[in-house]
């Protein structure tokens, strides 16, 4: 397993502000993700933070709104930029990890919680 | 487009009842996991089912994945009321991404 830690766990913000939302693993990984997830809603991938190059985007989502970082194996970020109250989601990091190199599995993080006013 | 439809969305049962969460999705895949929510919490992992046939357990809560069907069930033996959360399925897709169901809104009464 992963043990996944996100900064902050909740915020309110004012619209047209951007907040940026940390996630640390505990080990190195190669595959980490960021999902929405919207009140009462399931989850929604909103990208692959991949390591050394660009994230990859799913269709309705854009880097301009949503640029992401990956610096190393271990840490990524997401920012949320020119909020508005149609913003206001979970954001939940994942990672996938092996054991065996043969299973895998993706956990994910507490989750931070945004509330745009 | 992938889609994952789950049934039923909502699920009220009484303890000591069985039960079965249905997970069907539109195209080949992989893996297929099971989360568990409780409110206000972030995602647990139940099971990840990697083959057709597969069946995992874990106490009241089995998970089957018949690939042909592009079927998963969750089934629940004899309910308590700590089951009570919302149960995801989601199924991998290239490059591990992930996509969920729209959940099942488990509530066990005493």
């Known amino acids: 397993s992963a043990v996944i830690s996100q900064k902050p766990s909740r915020d309110i913000c004012q619209r047209g502000t951007s907040l940026t939302i940390q996630c640390q693993v505990d080990?190195?990984?190669?595959?980490m993700f960021w999902y929405r997830q919207q009140p009462g809603q399931s989850l929604t991938l909103i990208a692959t933070?991949?390591?050394?190059?660009?994230?990859?985007?799913e269709s309705g989502f854009v880097i301009d709104k949503f640029p992401i970082s990956r610096p190393n194996l271990t840490f990524s970020t997401l920012t949320v930029s020119n909020m508005s109250p149609e913003d206001s989601s979970i954001y939940l990091c994942?990672?996938?990890?092996?054991?065996?190199?043969?299973?895998?599995?993706?956990?994910f993080g507490p989750g931070t919680r945004l509330t745009v006013t | 487009e992938l889609k994952v439809e789950q049934n039923p969305l909502f699920l009220s049962m009484q303890e000591g009842k069985n039960y079965t969460i249905y997970c069907n999705y539109s195209?080949?895949?992989?893996?297929l996991y099971w989360y568990r929510q409780d409110p206000g919490k972030s995602l647990e992992s139940l099971f990840v089912?990697?083959?057709?046939?597969a069946v995992k357990q874990e106490g009241r809560l089995m998970a089957s994945l018949d690939t042909k069907a592009r079927l998963s069930t969750l089934h629940i033996t004899a309910a308590v009321h700590d089951l009570s959360a919302t149960y995801f399925c989601?199924?991998?897709?290239?490059?591990?991404?992930?996509?969920f169901g729209e959940g099942t809104q488990l509530t066990v009464n005493p």
């Open positions: 994942s990672v996938e990890v092996s054991a065996d190199r043969i299973r895998y599995e993706q956990y």
């Open positions: 080990s190195q990984v190669t595959m």
């Open positions: 933070a991949n390591q050394g190059s660009e994230a990859t985007y």
């Open positions: 195209t080949t895949s992989d893996r």
């Open positions: 089912l990697l083959s057709n046939g």
């Open positions: 989601a199924v991998e897709t290239s490059g591990s991404r992930l996509t």
